[in-house]
């Protein structure tokens, strides 16, 4: 069946690098675009998202891009920070112009060295 | 900020028992939602909740699930007869109808830990 998977299980970054993460989704239909940041024994936590109408969106050190035509989803961390330590999640909702469920990837574990 | 809230932190039940996990959602959300998240997995979605019924479940989502919104500010889950594969920790969520371009946003509560034995 189609599903959101993540190239990368873990990433190790130095304290002040930038971290990618990359996601990748098999359903062009997905309308809508999730980063979920979840740290141990917590609920995930939104990031960022985006529509399928767009191809970049930024927001405070985060930026999204998405690529329609490789089905290819990433998250931008500028200047990694200790506290950006977590498993990172993508998701997409398949529902265009209303509520649906959440189709989540496996994670990928960002570690910060200091 | 507005936050999810879900009680209790960790629930512990011998395998057949019935339990109730317990969610507030943000006060103006409109839709709830029900995942779980087996140790080490991905977030799994159970079901969607919205004008005081269902409008979509999973597979997961079997017989021995409930949902109910008892009063205005409550969100339940109910399992009636757990197994051992019920153990997980299990979100609640909420979110807005659409006033803003994002309006799909969910918003995560800190989840239930439940430990069937």
């Known amino acids: 069946g189609e599903s959101v998977g993540l190239h990368l299980p873990t990433l190790s970054v130095q304290e002040g690098d930038n971290s990618i993460i990359n996601c990748a989704y098999s359903?062009?239909?997905?309308?809508?675009f999730i980063w979920y940041k979840q740290e141990s024994g917590k609920g995930p936590q939104f990031i960022i998202d985006?529509?399928?109408?767009?191809d970049k969106r930024q927001g405070q050190r985060v930026t999204v891009l998405l690529n329609k035509t490789v089905k290819h989803l990433s998250l931008q961390i500028a200047a990694t920070q200790p506290g950006d330590s977590a498993v990172y999640f993508c998701?997409?909702?398949?529902?265009?112009?209303?509520?649906?469920?959440?189709?989540f990837g496996k994670g990928t574990k960002l570690s910060v060295k200091p | 900020e507005p936050e999810v809230t879900q009680t209790p932190s960790h629930q512990v039940t011998q395998m057949g028992q019935e339990v109730i996990l317990r969610c507030v959602p943000i006060?103006?959300?409109?839709?709830f939602y029900w995942y779980r998240q087996i140790l080490g997995q991905k977030v799994e979605f159970l079901v969607s909740?919205?004008?005081?019924?269902?409008?979509?479940k999973s597979e997961i989502f079997d017989d021995q699930f409930s949902v109910e919104r008892p009063d205005g500010s409550n969100f339940t889950l109910k399992i009636r007869s757990t197994k051992l594969e019920d153990s997980a920790m299990y979100f609640c969520?909420?979110?807005?109808?659409?006033?803003?371009?994002?309006?799909?946003?969910?918003?995560f509560g800190p989840g239930t830990r439940l430990t069937v034995l």
């Open positions: 969520a909420s979110s807005a109808p659409g006033a803003t371009l994002m309006a799909d946003t969910q918003y």
């Open positions: 359903n062009s239909a997905s309308d809508y």
């Open positions: 985006i529509r399928s109408n767009m």
């Open positions: 998701a997409e909702n398949m529902r265009r112009g209303s509520q649906g469920n959440l189709i």
């Open positions: 006060s103006n959300h409109l839709y």
């Open positions: 909740f919205y004008n005081n019924e269902i409008s979509e």
